[in-house]
């Protein structure tokens, strides 16, 4: 577990390295731009950014065996025929956007380690460049970006970790550049299924402003909703229609306590948001993160959904970064939950899935 904090701990101290650059930058450029273009005074990507981007990159796609999906990917990417796409396409059991990019990668090379060079690429240099563009304090969200197993989970959910990638990029220009965002969507819905009801409820969402009162009233309502309703026929028939695996999730497979625990810090962390001062440009990504418990809840009941939390607790990483920021008691904030996020932390690396003991490639 060791090996994750230190991790943590170098790319929080390149990203602060690249916040005091990027601040410099920023006061040169509005010294030496004519008052008319001081709109042009913008941050830069500097070294230390591209070296803090391939440490995250290199750290993931090093990893051998590690995560549940690690031989799950392995196994399907031997059985893949790049002589004969149309017969892998019909066999494989993932997605079809998936299998391309699997028999792309095939009819080049038979190590699958490959693959997950190509994977781990993807599910980071988006949120990096999101991170990048959006953050007003970019130390503090590389290292909630880390702390919060965004950075980890996809080690376990390869799919579903390009496809909250992808969407969590694609969110930054979802009004300004639609016909992108939508294309997208697709690719990101090609890697993961799951990625079309994201993306529609972060779409209807967009301008949602959540208050405390509506917030709690919304994590009453679903638990009566997950412990009353998720298990009805009709409901049943509705997810087996979007993949037949889903239906089989339901007997017995509803997650335990840990699940609780974790839609409790997340709780907690909203709660926290709520308290900071609200910032207009976090509104959305405060609607976002709010329905990351909601979904945890409700996955206590059907465990597909729980897997939905992904696509919305990764805001956190910008939502609360960005409120510390303009806080007049930033370093009692910060402690706070950097304290909290650390907790998860090392509960989620310890407890979940394989993650631990991290190993690298023979």
Request: net charge positive; no cysteine.
């Amino acid at each position: 577990m060791v090996i994750y904090f230190f991790v943590a701990g170098i790319s929080t101290a390149l990203a602060g390295i690249s916040q005091g650059i990027d601040r410099y930058y920023r006061q040169v450029q509005r010294k030496t731009l004519p008052s008319k273009l001081s709109f042009l005074a913008r941050g830069t990507w500097t070294p230390i950014d591209f070296m803090l981007l391939a440490g995250l990159v290199v750290f993931s796609g090093l990893r051998y065996y590690v995560g549940t999906d690690y031989g799950i990917y392995t196994t399907i990417y031997a059985q893949l025929n790049p002589q004969d796409w149309v017969g892998s396409l019909t066999a494989s059991p993932v997605e079809f956007g998936f299998t391309i990019l699997s028999l792309m990668i095939r009819s080049f090379t038979n190590q699958a380690s490959v693959l997950f060079w190509v994977t781990s690429t993807i599910t980071i240099v988006p949120v990096f460049v999101a991170m990048k563009r959006q953050s007003t304090n970019f130390a503090l969200t590389v290292l909630f970006f880390i702390l919060l197993a965004s950075y980890v989970t996809p080690f376990n959910i390869v799919r579903q970790g390009m496809a909250i990638a992808l969407l969590f990029w694609a969110s930054s220009f979802m009004v300004k550049r639609k016909v992108l965002w939508v294309l997208v969507v697709l690719v990101a819905t090609s890697f993961h299924s799951t990625a079309i009801f994201a993306a529609a409820l972060q779409l209807i969402l967009y301008r949602w402003k959540p208050t405390l009162r509506t917030f709690i009233a919304a994590l009453v309502v679903t638990y009566v909703v997950g412990a009353v309703f998720i298990k009805q026929p009709a409901v049943v028939n509705f997810l087996s229609s979007i993949n037949g695996r889903y239906a089989t999730y339901l007997d017995g497979a509803g997650s335990g306590l840990g699940t609780y625990l974790i839609a409790a810090i997340f709780v907690i962390l909203v709660l926290i948001a709520f308290a900071l001062p609200r910032d207009p440009g976090t509104e959305r990504w405060l609607g976002y993160a709010a329905l990351a418990p909601i979904f945890l809840i409700l996955g206590t009941s059907f465990a597909v959904l729980g897997r939905m939390e992904g696509y919305f607790s990764i805001f956190f990483i910008l939502l609360l970064a960005n409120r510390i920021r303009v806080s007049k008691h930033r370093l009692g904030f910060t402690i706070v939950v950097v304290v909290i996020s650390a907790i998860f932390f090392a509960f989620y690396v310890s407890s979940f899935a394989s993650l631990v003991p991290y190993r690298m490639l023979p």
